[in-house]
């Protein structure tokens, strides 16, 4: 996979279940791979760098629908750059650990967007 010109790909998806258990069975047919982690509070796959994520309930950001999440070099720098552009912040900076951030924005059209850094 190579990345855009950009710098801006997106490698990991988030997917609000219900029933986290019933969730991990079918993404684990589905990817023929084990969770790489495997919390009460957020399931995990990596699958040829791909990351799929199962957040019980839509976790603490309150999903209620899948979110892709775009890696960038600089979030700050890019989310200042697509709020300038007419995003709007739904979830500013935060780090949910081992040096990531993230934060979302939503598109006029009320999208999510998800932007990922890693440290």
Excluded: C
């Amino acid at each position: 996979m190579s990345d855009n010109a950009a710098g801006n790909i997106i490698r990991t998806v988030l997917h609000p279940v219900s029933d986290l258990a019933r969730a991990k069975e079918v993404y684990s047919a589905l990817l023929g791979v084990a969770p790489q982690t495997d919390g009460s509070f957020y399931v995990g796959y990596e699958v040829d760098g791909q990351q799929i994520g199962l957040v019980p309930g839509g976790g603490p950001q309150g999903m209620t629908s899948p979110v892709a999440y775009w890696h960038v070099p600089d979030l700050a720098a890019k989310l200042a750059e697509v709020v300038a552009a007419g995003a709007v912040v739904r979830e500013d900076v935060r780090d949910v650990g081992g040096g990531r951030l993230v934060a979302t924005v939503t598109d006029p059209d009320g999208n999510v967007l998800g932007l990922l850094q890693d440290q």
